[in-house]
């Protein structure tokens, strides 16, 4: 048969082909979500081999496992009939499966012999096994025999025969050196097996293995795990083991000499070894053989044949004699030995050649040789085939009336023959179906019907074996699944591909067609692929691509939608390498290794040393440094750092150089000394060899060489960098340009720097030629009507190839249809068109030549012609006015012919002319100007003010300039809040009154409908009185407050209102005037007041008063306030920091000795005693932390103490204050008898009612009128706020220390009531000691003292 026979299609064939590209084949689910709910015909999951060799001591186990819908149910059959399982009590089914376990034991395992095949048979189909043989294991003993005593002369050849007992599957052959005469040794490696050895049975836990052993000696077996005691003989050149066993002897030794040569056969299923009796061999050598030629022992003769199977090893070997040992060598005639799958055994006598392949046939020569000469040996190898796969047939799913194919293609040697059969049955004894057609190893399946579901089976076979296959046809209608889980996020970095998938599933097979953010289509092309599967490629995906994706299966049956999402991420970037570092011996060494990462991915930083992890100990990673302490030799090495995320990564890697401390002689490491020695060769019209003789690296290894030239002709005494090459290099070969004469020079560089130039070569001049390329930036503007200016980037003279440098200028009016014009102009960059029409597109080029030709063909860049004024004005200009600040302005835009060039927008012109409460025309007004880019018809003018009649005028925007204006409109806004009032100012303060004065708003932005004023008192600790609140008139700017607290500090809220609402509100704070009766306070020893007095002003304003102190992002310190008093300086300051040391400073002005400090921790003021009269001094508050490095403080504040302080009067120790206090006293002794004895008497004084009313008696002050006790009734306002308390004598006290933060309000929400006024400016809480007895009175807070001077 011919061997190179190639197969050829048949016309139904190409029938089936053009088929196939009607219907394919619908892929079968593996998602068994899917499975379970479709009916499927059965499919053989598992089967036993072909060919099944079982141990007899072992059950057989035939396996036969299949799926389908409904579940099927199997059968078998023996010798090509009906096997009954149920009938034979040894034989069992499993459950569920078809696989049979047939149990042998006191059986005669020959009984079970036979061919097999299973069936597993639902509704839709019936599928086959293959014919399984069973065969079983067999391991016969050697037939007895006696071997006669062989005695050769030496240097003769010699064959020992083996012939071992045919057995299931073959034997193992191996002879044994067994070299002591007084016993044979067997050493049975167990490999961990358990072995006991009884007369002739052999146990393991594997089972019993029967062991025939001819002893003529003494015979030891010895146990335990493989070693050189068990030995085969040993075989070389000279004595070899064929494949059949039998051994060889090239030529005989007298070493030779033995009487045990034995042959053992083990047989590899029944781990059974058999011997062969021995065969005793005697040299003698009293006629000694002679050298001689080679010639062949096996096999014999000049040529021999031998088949293989494909795909199996091919084994060949040849065996010669002689004397001296031939050598054995292999060749293939007419080709080559397939080295790769090739290899030599049995010191090349044996040749291999695995996985055989039909080109593998032909004629393989051995030769054998020795000093005397040649002998070859001809193998002619014929490889032969069984049937093998070229195209299995695959499963189909169809939907009703549908086309598929069913193709089985195999080839073999000789041409396998192929069967077609249906659920078991042949097609020639199956049913008739007309929508079947059979064409050789093609099935055609036509207007396939519900119902028609089976399962086929192909069946091709040749005299070497067979091949067989099932392939089910699914009749379904099933609407599409998608079988890609929803909503799965898919992330990929940038520039790197992107897979979107969508699996589906349906009968007919759906249609897949894809959306981006549900609304665009992604339609195959760039950068997007739809892949027959469904599958979405971006090839280069960008963060654009991010978004959400919507997969849409569809057939006729349904449609099914499925959402992905893409998240595009950018990639890890090593921004700072590692670099090379040359360190001493107990420094320490510092790699940096900045990365650049997506902020979305969790980034992973590894070191690693030579590749491997870093050793333990003095290596540190930080974020972004490796640091190795107390450096030593074994330290250097290479660094690498690595960055992982989980989508990418990337690295770097440096070398670490460890040097000693102190060596000696020192290592001087310099710049490199220049190249000598240049040479040109090799030369060429574009290229050159530049060849160089490196000078001195001075302890520094060169890292590169830098070429650089100078071009004589047109840059004399220029140099150029050219190129560079790695330092270890002594050439370059250099790519030149025409026209050009050339010098070459050469540095190097080394770590340390760049050495001297080389001394220049010798000049090499190239020839002429055309320009190698065109003008670049090729630009074509138009600068006035009626022109066009085409400009370029001229070549330079090294770019110009040649003499003779010209431009050749082409333009032509784009989409005209016209011939291009030309102009060649010389030594410019630019050249004019005249007489072009206004704002056309024209398309330009311009090419470069010279004496020797043009440059390459140009490209085509468009451009436009010059621009003129617009000739049309907006139209039908209509305002909206949204509300007092904002209108919204719509136009009718002009015709694009009309703007005579590009048009850059519209400019809106707008001015206010007057408030509508005005008369004459604001003549301050500035014109305002909104551009609006790019084709609008609309646009809003914000900023307005409220209640003005405005004008409006748009004109259109070219590049030339602007159009004329359209007709001016006018419009109104409507009234809005007005603005703060001017100002607010509180005067003449008295004990119990205030008067408030305040100007208009220079706003008012409408008809002012009135003011609002809120007011509300502040005590010592900064904490809020109820709001009083006030509407007042349009036409009042003053008022007075009565019945006000004295020594009280108020806090005032104004703001004007139209009808539109109240405006922003100013603030005011001020003091009723001190109630002079009170006494000063105390102050002890080394402390200072309790609560200094209230400076002598009382009146504060603070246009944005420090409400809601909350910790600031900038300074830690506000504004510091400084006072005196008659014992020293009261310093007050705003600190929002935290866990600080805070510190008052001070020193002499202009002195040099250092800043006096003293700690006020949990306080915002501090009295500064001992201050020397007449000086003045520099203050600043400090906040510091040993913890921290960061200090805050202050600016510096001026003190200034007066140089004769004020003395306040004591009223205490006036002598007329004495003398009344003691009338008093002595008149209420009087009272208090005579009120004793009239109530002795049974008198009734009122003061038991007075009691009775008022439980307190520490509230109800005496009357004077009637000289009864009277109850105390002062306003509401006079309560004490919240967190104090009330001793006897009616004031306020405040601790002197405390850690409170609190001064206006901090921890306040800091919102606005419904009508304007703030809640919560001020707020704070602090525990008040109770104090008992007459103690003084004390003066308001420091705080509010100090911020009165604000």
Known sequence: MDRNRKWVPSFGAVLVILLSHMTSALEVPLDPKVLEGLPQPPTITLQSPKDYIFDPRENIVIHCEAKGKPHPSFSWTRNGTHFDVEKDSKVLMKPGSGTLVIDISGEKAEAYEGTYQCTAHNEHGTAVSNSIVIRQSRSPLWSKERNEAIMVQMGVSLVLQCRPPAGLPPPVIFWMDNSDESFTCLHICTHGTRIRISHSILQTDKGLHIVDLYMPFHVQLSFGPCSSDFQRLLLDKRVSQALNGDLYFSNVLREDT????????????????????????????????????????????????????????????????????????????????????MSFYNFKKTLKVSDVNEADGGDYRCTATNNLGTAHHIIKVTVKAAPFWVSAPRNLILAPNETGILTCRVNGEPKPKISWFVNGVSLENAPEDHSRKVDDDTVILSNVQSGSSAVYQCNASNEFGYLMANAFVNVLAEPP?????????????????????????????????????????????????????????????????????TCIATNNLGIKENHVYLEVKEPTRILKQPEYKVVQKGMSAVFECKVKHDPSLIPTMTWLKDNGELPDGRFEVNVDSLTIKDVTDGDEGTYTCIMNTTLDQDSASAMLTVVEATPTPAIVYEKPDPPTDLELTDQTDRSVQLTWIPGDEHNSPTQKFLIQYEDLLHQPGVWINLTEVAGTSTTAQLNLSPYVYYSFRVLAVNHVGSSQPSQPSSQYRTNPAAPDE???????????????????????????????????????????????????????????????????????????????????????????????????????????????????????PVSLPSVRGKLQGYKVYYWRERGLHDTEEDTDQEEQVLTFSGNRSEGRLPGLQPYSLYNLTIRVLNNKGEGPPSPSKKFETPEGVPGPPSFLNAVKPSLDSLTLEWGPPTNNNGRLAGYTLKYQPVNNTNELGPVKSMALLANETTITLGNLNSSMLYKFYLS??????????????????????????????????????????????????????????????????????????????????????????????????????????????????????????????????????????????????????????????????????????????VLLIVCFIKRNK?????????????????????????????????????????????????????????????????????????????????????????????????????????????
């Not at 289509?521 to 979405?536: A, C, Q, R």
């Not at 009691?1251 to 109800?1260: K, M």
Request: with cysteine; aromatic share 8%; hydrophobic share 30%.
């Open 258 to 341: 033995r009487s045990d040569y034995i042959c053992y056969a083990r047989f590899p299923h029944t781990q059974t070894i058999q011997q062969k009796q021995p065969i005793s061999v005697t040299v003698v050598d009293n006629s000694p053989e002679g050298e001689r030629r080679p010639g062949f022992m096996m096999p014999l003769g000049a040529t021999s044949t031998k088949m293989v199977l494909r795909g199996e090893t091919l084994e060949l070997e040849c065996i010669a004699d002689g004397l001296p040992t031939p050598e054995i060598s292999w060749q293939k005639d007419g080709g080559e030995l397939p080295s790769s799958r």
């Open 1056 to 1229: 004007a209102k139209t009808i539109k609402g109240s405006g922003p509100i100013i603030t005011e704070e001020a003091f009723t005037v001190m109630d002079t009766t009170r006494t000063q306070p105390t102050v002890e020893t080394g402390k200072g007041p309790t609560e200094p007095p209230h400076p002598t002003s009382p009146i504060t304003q603070s246009p944005h008063p420090p409400f809601h102190k909350v910790p600031p992002v900038g300074p830690a310190f506000g504004k510091v306030n400084t006072s005196m008093l008659e014992d020293g300086a009261v310093i007050s300051w705003d600190y929002f920091g935290q866990h600080k040391n805070v510190y008052v400073e001070y020193i002499v002005e202009n002195s040099k000795e250092d800043w006096k400090k003293e700690l006020v921790n949990g306080s915002h003021w501090h009295m500064i005693k001992g201050l020397k009269p007449g000086t003045s001094y520099k203050v600043r508050v400090v906040a510091r932390d040993p913890a921290d490095p960061t200090v805050h403080s202050t600016d510096e504040v001026l003190v200034a103490v007066p140089a004769v302080p004020s003395r306040q009067v004591d009223i205490a120790t006036q002598g007329w204050f004495i003398g009344l206090m003691c009338a008093i006293a002595l008149l209420i002794l």
């Open 1242 to 1350: 049974g008198g009734k004084y009122p003061v038991k009612e007075k009691e009775d009313a008022h439980q307190d008696p520490e509230i109800q002050p005496m009357k004077e009128d009637d000289g009864t006790f009277g109850e105390y009734s002062d306003t509401e306002d006079h309560k004490p706020l919240k967190g104090s308390r009330t001793p006897s004598n009616g004031t306020v006290r405040r601790d002197e220390s405390d850690d409170s933060l609190v001064d206006y309000g901090e921890g306040g929400d800091g919102q606005f009531n419904e009508d304007g006024s703030f809640i919560g400016q001020y707020s704070g809480k602090k525990e008040k000691d109770t104090h008992e007895g007459n103690e003084s009175s004390e003066a308001p807070s420091p705080v509010n003292a100090m911020n009165s001077f604000v």
């Open 481 to 549: 699944r998608v079988l890609t889980p929803p909503n799965r996020l898919y992330q990929v970095i940038t520039n790197n591909p992107a897979l979107l998938h969508c699996a589906s599933f349906g009968s007919p097979i759906p249609t897949i067609t894809w959306f981006k953010d549900i609304q665009t289509s992604v339609k195959n092309g760039d950068p997007y692929v739809i892949h027959e599967n469904g599958t979405l490629e971006i090839h280069v995906a960008q963060p654009l691509n991010s978004g959400k994706y």
């Open 774 to 892: 065109n003008p670049s930036d090729i630009q074509c503007v138009g600068t006035k009507p009626g022109n066009l200016v085409i400009s370029w980037t001229s070549l330079t003279g090294f770019q110009a190839n040649g003499p003779g440098l010209e431009y050749k200028v082409l333009w032509r009016q784009k989409d005209m249809d016209e011939d291009w014009s030309s102009k060649n102009v010389a030594n410019v960059s630019q050249f004019v068109v005249s007489g072009t029409p206004i704002y056309v597109p024209y398309e330009v080029k311009v090419q470069a030549l010279n004496d020797y030709g043009s440059g390459p063909e140009p490209v085509v860049v468009i451009g436009h012609s010059g621009e003129d004024l617009p000739l049309s004005a907006p139209d039908s200009v209509q305002i909206m006015v949204h509300n007092s600040t904002l209108a919204e302005v719509h136009w009718e």
